[in-house]
């Protein structure tokens, strides 16, 4: 590499880390157009690395998919008055995107082909005259695959997931209870999140009585859709916000393509390699990782994904859930922000965000003692795709 | 306008005609002329007979990409089983939660689709599934037929008085 390649000030090498964060409030009322929400969450984000655009020369854009027209794309960058960038990308991996993203600007940097990049995801499904539910079950379509299962009466997201959750709980010998303890648990931590939207405690009674969904889901093993945005600021040069440096040490991709016929899991199974992976490329092991922030939008996918990236024996998730060691006290704490079960739903970022939180020590009453390390897990699809991160708030 | 006997046929006891599919649909086409005719037509690979999946246009086993759409056994057994509580208003007609299963077809396929009638909970995993159609604005879709409710047991006595 010529030193011309380098952008002045990165240091070849050097660890790329999280140097701002910026959330707009979580709201549950329609409101905000996804734009709008991008933007405020950008400023907040270079305000809280003591950045400005002008020290910004790259953009990452990612917004729900499907649910409204006006998305974000490579034209906020105009709008947000952003310039002279030389990274600028709209990313789709469904879910996985958010940390596909930072993934992305961290290559990036260390190429030398950026120095300062922005990642934002917006979302807005909460839409006047109808629920977020609503907005989900009318959308989707006449063609394809996903146009016969709605002609089969699989509207919206839960359906599925639910017939996830009914082969999960089958195939482990597990049962309701699992799930509830995942709630359960993960409310416990909303309960000291103020950027949280359920914040209320909630028991197994309480779990019980809440409406069913789609068995086995309740609602209450659904994510809380938000309008809302958040934004990260990945850099090669220390951040000037005062905050300790949340370094990006691994990164990890898998898209195991699990097959819908005989002879196979249709509804889970795989992605292991992305946690390997990351793991490996910083040179942790899975007893290393002090909080695991993962992507939740239905309980079941939490003990699926305990599993799946190595941190229970497969089948046991449910009875370490029921143990209570994912809450707050217990040796795996996992989604410690509440999760997109009680925090709010921001695909990606709901994880992402909670770990740079509790590398930082900011965490006030929810903060995990001691943590150096953090495993943020993402993915989309039907757990289809799996893009994880390990960040750490020591160089390495 | 009247409604006709073959109208009321036709209407389907879950999902309001707006959830018709495309049946011109550019992959899903031959699956849904078959089920107009009575027939479970789905994809498989022409050279090695793997189930391919709905989209699949290049099999993963073999390579080829000869994918052939034929119709296949209707009958198998539930994979996975959900009952919804949630009925969408405008959408969803049925009064009372419905199934919505996963079926494994003997053919190997595996296909998700509600049951042929209305059923006050899912079947248990691994219950047998015969396959019939159910007519959503006037396309015609897959739809379980629970082997249990369907075939009553024919016993000697039946044919008996009982005192």
Known sequence: ??????????????????????????????????????????????????????????????????????????ALARQIGLGDLRLLEHLEIKGATTVAMVARAVLAIRAGMAETVVCVFADAPLQPG??????????????????????????????????????????????????????????????????????????????????MISTPLRVLDCARPVNGAAAVVVSGRPGRGGHPPVHVLGMGFDHPVRRRRAGTESWFGGGRRAADDALAMAGRRPADVGVRELYDPFSVVTLCLLEEYGFCAPGTAGAVARSGALGPGGDLPTNTGGGQLSGFYLQGMTPLVEAVVQLRGTGGARQVPGVTTAFVGGIGGRIDHHAALVLDREAA | MTTTATDLARADWLLAPGLAPNAADAVLAPLYAGAARGELVLP?????????????????????????????????????????????????????????????????????????????????????????????????????????????PVHPSDTEVTP
Not at chain 1, 13 to 33: C, D, F, K, Q, R
Not at chain 1, 44 to 59: E, I, M, Q
Not at chain 2, 72 to 91: C, D, K, N, Q, W
Request: one cysteine or more; aromatic letters at 4%; glycine letters at 12%.
């Open chain 1, 1 to 74: 590499m010529t030193a011309a390649a380098v952008p002045a000030g990165a240091v070849p090498g050097a660890p790329v880390g999280i140097v701002g964060l910026g959330l707009t409030t979580m709201s549950l009322e329609p409101g905000g157009a996804p734009g709008d929400l991008a933007a405020q969450a950008v400023t907040a984000a270079l305000a809280d690395a003591g950045l400005t655009k002008r020290d910004v020369d790259g953009l990452l854009v990612n917004t729900s998919q499907g649910v409204r027209p006006d998305r974000l794309s490579v």
């Open chain 1, 130 to 211: 109808g629920s977020a539910g609503s907005t989900y079950a009318h959308s989707g379509g006449s063609d394809g695959v996903r146009g016969l299962e709605r002609a089969s009466g699989v509207l919206g997201s839960v359906p599925t997931y639910a017939l996830m959750a009914a082969r999960y709980l089958h195939v482990t010998g597990g049962n309701p209870d699992d799930l509830c303890a995942v709630a359960v648990s993960t409310r416990a931590w909303a309960v000291h999140n103020p950027d949280a939207v359920v914040r209320t405690p909630l028991d197994a009674e309480g779990y019980r009585a809440s409406r």
């Open chain 2, 44 to 152: 498989s690979c022409g050279a090695c007979g793997l189930a391919l999946e709905l989209e699949q246009r290049a099999c993963d086993r073999c390579d080829s990409a000869d994918v052939v759409w034929a119709a296949v056994a209707p009958t198998g057994e539930v994979h996975s089983a959900t009952t919804v509580h949630r009925r969408e208003r405008g959408l969803v007609l049925a009064t009372e939660p419905y199934p919505v299963v996963d079926v494994e077809l003997a053919s190997g396929h595996r296909l998700v689709m509600t049951t042929l009638a209305p059923r006050a909970s899912a079947p248990a995993i691994g219950e047998a599934v015969r396959i019939g159609f159910r007519s959503v604005g006037g396309v015609a879709v897959p739809a379980a037929e629970l082997a249990a409710a369907e075939i009553r």
